[in-house]
């Protein structure tokens, strides 16, 4: 269940609610009991990471994922045009 913030317009106090999404929004401040809280709108706090998820989930177009932008490659970019000096 999400958890929602609430501020009440005539005293100020904030809440936090833990709440389904098809409750009703609370509107009656527990502080001084007046109809005038209201929901606030905020980010949501999470992060995915980790191994678990494929490469090509969250991937559009040529992004590399994070993980991997750190990483060198392991064929030079010469190889792929074929125009390396010959080792000797």
Same mark, same amino acid.
């Given at each position: ?36 809280? *209201? @929901?606030?709108?905020?980010? &949501? #706090? ?9 490469? %090509? ?5 040529? *992004? @590399?994922?994070?993980?991997? &932008? #750190? ?9 792929? %045009? ?5 080792? *000797?």
């Amino acid at each position: 269940m999400p958890i929602y913030e609430y501020r009440c317009d005539d005293c100020g106090h904030e809440l936090e609610a833990l709440q389904k999404m098809s409750d009703v929004p609370r509107t009656e401040c527990p502080a001084c009991g007046e109809p005038t809280l *209201k @929901k606030l709108i905020s980010a &949501a #706090g999470f992060r995915l990471k980790g191994g678990g998820w494929y490469e %090509t989930d969250f991937k559009n177009g040529k *992004k @590399k994922n994070l993980h991997d &932008a #750190g990483k060198k490659e392991s064929t030079p970019p010469c190889a792929k %045009t074929g125009s390396c000096p010959a080792a *000797k």
